[in-house]
């Protein structure tokens, strides 16, 4: 029954795209005359806009031939950011700006050589391999966040919240993303003017169209102002336009970005002149609808055989967004279904003995999410697995980020299973002078007597443009029913972010008491030292080598108490990487690297060892194996995005530490990625992971893993699309041994039986089906199939995998916009 709504509602849509093509070929030879229009070029310094304001409702249909485009403000002078800063661009870019009382709107020529232009009907948010425009609007001029709208030549969108100084940030600065300490600006790794350094998670309403030509492409945007959030009184916005070609891995900009800053955003141009904006009420109701069949092996009574057995649940629920005023927005969820969420991506722990994270994927958490960051990812709202309800209130008051949320998940999610997990989080963050801000962080997770609280205040000050000095001090109190616990966090860094030289050194603490239940804390009584030492060098225009970063890197860990005693570290790692980008979008690097690794005693407290003594065997405690010192080498190759593929491989090979063991061992992983277009509305992607961990005594697999993956998609039309992403895990994990007698490793439990552990293999298989129909954000049909299966031998063709799980699901929303 949904598939004849659908087909109506695309023949619908594709009428009214035919009679909109009709229009654009009657209008194609019009061109604008622009003689009377303001002009602000980058390159001359000319970015202070006084913004047009003008009447009146152009037709966005990606052809900018109505009367405003002669009026709006025309941005000219582009320079160049990647691979080389502060050179003038290479490929010629018109914009316009101007706006109304209830909207802004943008539009753009990018000239281009006949042929070269990148552009697929692509999904929402999916369009960073193609040519695209990123408009970054800072509408509370404060240069620590932007909301950022990208488009493709075919007006396809992509949008979200780029932010200064936030985890994420520092994390690809660490990293040499081109910008910031510790491989700081000028890192020719990611270009931090790169959409993917962006929060793309949020969606937001507006209007795209675009169109290539014979000249290149052209696009035009409307986003009205109850699409952002600003503050009342503010009569300037911060502005920058930036150009990304595929064909040479270029990327433009208007306002001139030089990488010798730890901001992008407090160099960006500024709209003057914004007054008097129209928002309205901005009041979103999404009543949600959705029905779930599942199934799984059910054992038919008094046989061995099992049948599926089917049950199904209607769900009932839905989202309200308010906006109480330019600058607050109050969000709340009742029983929020996230069924159309893609299921988590697998991946190769680096170490096995820690869990691993993935981000967040769901709607009502991703809206305004960059309001609770915080260092150290003390709020984490994957914690809430499977909210009742929720209500969240964000937004900025004068120089003060405010983020609260509270929420109560579902009873099966608790230690008892019969009571609601309460969650409450409270962020705020205050401007201080042009870039630096002051924090504080409060979470509590209350179940019944137990609890868990987290309280921790930050600070970022940046001085001199190029150094960044930040810092955390908190604390938890953990009650599991056993009377409370206190443990201390603590964190300090200093970056700095040269063009051609950077470092960043961090320290930072947290003691074996710390616990933290709302946020993400994988690692516990440790002490962690990190530095990077950072060299870039750039090569001149047109040259085969563009540019080379050079990275030293030190790292250290220690056992809390160990460290304030002056002891060894448990850890040592030292690197030395080269990465080269390559005329035409190659890139390559390499990364030899030396560690030493001694284990710790009490990490080992449950290990024992069995010893034959006469008739009898007997018991002692297994000794963790002396330092290993390890050498590896990494590599890295990355193709440009060509017409039709891109693709890059990663490896590593050299020895490690094997802690399930305490033993040096053989490590060999690798991971491989093809993008494949075959044509502007079939996506690919196939990746491949491998992992293995050998006994150097003896060459034996202590591990081995192999995750290939599969993602397909279909986008029958701008709105309409069909999905398809299969997923093979295979991990084996021999039985523990004893690395110097090969004998069987046993575990003391609790209580004090002894236990070997055996082999494991796991072959597991999933498959999702999607067809998801979005006119736009909130309104959405999703019609989509899940199983899970498992397989004996792996990869066989000759073993038929069993289907453990399986589900059908319908889902239906509406977004009612109150006006």
Do not use: C
Request: glycine residues 8%.
């Amino acid at each position: 029954m949904i598939v004849l709504p659908l087909l109506f509602l695309v023949q619908a849509q594709s009428l009214d795209q035919a009679r909109l093509d009709s229009v654009a070929s009657m209008r194609a030879a019009a061109r604008v005359a622009v003689t009377s229009a303001p002009t602000y070029s980058g390159v001359a310094s000319q970015t202070t806009i006084e913004t047009p304001r003008l009447t009146g409702r152009p037709v966005i249909d990606g052809i900018l031939n109505d009367v405003q485009w002669t009026q709006a403000a025309r941005l000219t002078g582009f320079s160049q950011y990647n691979p080389v800063d502060g050179k003038p661009a290479e490929d010629s870019t018109v914009a316009f700006v101007w706006y109304a009382d209830d909207a802004i709107y943008f539009g753009v020529r990018a000239y281009a050589p006949p042929g070269t232009v990148h552009g697929t009907l692509a999904d929402r948010d999916k369009i960073t391999n193609d040519d695209h425009i990123q408009f970054i609007l800072d509408t509370y001029n404060d240069n620590r966040r932007a909301f950022v709208f990208a488009v493709n030549p075919l007006g396809i969108q992509s949008d979200g919240v780029r932010s200064e100084g936030n985890t994420a940030s520092r994390m690809m600065m660490m990293m040499g993303g081109g910008g910031g300490g510790g491989g700081g600006a000028g890192g020719s790794g990611v270009s931090r003017l790169n959409l993917t350094n962006a929060d793309l998670s949020q969606d937001m309403i507006w209007e795209s169209k675009g169109r290539i030509t014979d000249f290149g492409y052209e696009v035009e945007v409307r986003i009205p102002f109850k699409a952002v959030r600003f503050l009342p009184n503010t009569h300037a916005w911060g502005i920058n336009v930036v150009r990304n070609t595929q064909r040479n891995n270029f990327q433009d900009s208007w306002a001139p970005v030089r990488r010798g800053n730890t901001s992008i955003l407090v160099q960006s141009g500024r709209l003057n002149a914004i007054h008097d904006l129209k928002r309205g009420l901005v009041l979103d109701v999404t009543p949600v609808v959705t029905s779930l069949t599942s199934g799984a092996p059910t054992p038919i009574p008094g046989t061995t055989t099992n049948y599926f057995n089917y049950t199904s649940q209607q769900r009932f629920g839905g989202d309200v967004r308010w906006g109480l005023t330019p600058n607050l927005t109050l969000n709340g969820t009742m029983r929020p279904d996230f069924s159309q969420v893609e299921a988590d991506a697998g991946q190769i722990p680096g170490d096995v003995r820690f869990s691993l994270f993935f981000p967040e994927l769901r709607p009502f958490f991703v809206e305004g999410g960059e309001n609770f960051d915080a260092p150290q990812q003390l709020v984490y709202t994957r914690n809430i697995v499977q909210p009742v309800a929720a209500t969240k209130l964000t937004g900025k008051v004068g120089s003060t980020d405010i983020a609260v949320l509270s929420a109560m998940d579902g009873r099966e999610y608790s230690a008892s299973q019969t009571q609601n997990p309460l969650f409450n989080v409270l962020r705020l963050r205050r401007d201080m002078g042009a870039q630096s801000t002051m924090g504080f962080v409060l979470t509590d997770r209350h179940e019944g007597n137990n609890f868990n609280r987290v309280g921790a205040v930050d600070g970022r000050f940046v001085f001199r443009s190029v150094y960044a000095l930040a810092f955390q001090a908190g604390a938890s109190q953990t009650d599991t029913g056993s009377g409370p616990n206190f443990g201390r966090l603590w964190d300090a860094s200093l970056d700095r972010s040269g063009r051609a030289y950077g470092f960043r050194n961090s320290l930072k603490g947290l003691s074996r008491e710390f616990g933290s239940r709302v946020g993400f804390v994988n690692r516990t009584n440790v002490v962690d030292y990190n530095g990077n030492q950072r060299y870039s060098w750039f090569g001149a225009r047109g040259s085969r080598v563009e540019q080379v970063m050079y990275s030293l890197n030190a790292s250290s860990i220690w056992n809390y108490s160990d460290f304030f005693r002056g002891a060894v570290p448990l850890e040592m790692r030292g690197s030395l990487s080269a990465t080269a980008q390559l005329r035409g979008g190659w890139s390559v690097s390499v990364t030899p690297s030396l560690t030493s690794d001694r284990f710790d005693s009490t990490s080992y407290a449950s290990y024992y060892l069995a010893r034959p003594h006469g008739a009898t065997t007997d018991t002692v405690k297994f000794r963790p194996g002396p330092t290993v010192t390890s050498l590896q080498w990494q590599g890295r190759i990355s193709t440009p995005q060509f017409s039709k593929f891109a693709a890059n491989v990663s490896s590593t090979y050299g020895t490690d530490a094997e802690y399930l063991e305490s033993a040096v061992a053989t490590r060999f992983d690798v991971s491989a990625n093809l993008d494949l277009r075959p044509t502007s509305s079939i996506r690919a992607t196939l990746t491949m992971l491998h992992q293995e961990f050998r006994r150097e005594r003896d060459k034996s697999a202590i591990l081995m893993t192999n995750i290939p993956r599969l993602r397909v998609e279909y986008q029958l039309t701008r709105t309409l699309l069909a999905r398809f992403v299969g997923q093979y895990e295979n991990r084996t994990r021999d039985a523990y041994r004893d690395p110097v007698t090969n004998a069987p490793i046993l575990f003391k439990s609790s209580t004090g039986t002894y236990s070997a552990t055996s082999r494991t293999i796991t072959n597991n298989m999933r498959a999702d089906w999607l067809i998801a129909y979005l006119p736009s954000p909130g309104r959405v049909i999703y019609v989509g199939y899940g199983a899970s299966l498992k397989q004996t031998d792996p990869f066989s063709f000759s073993d038929r995998p069993e289907r453990t799980s399986d589900g059908l699901f319908v889902k239906l929303s509406y977004q009612f916009r109150v006006q």
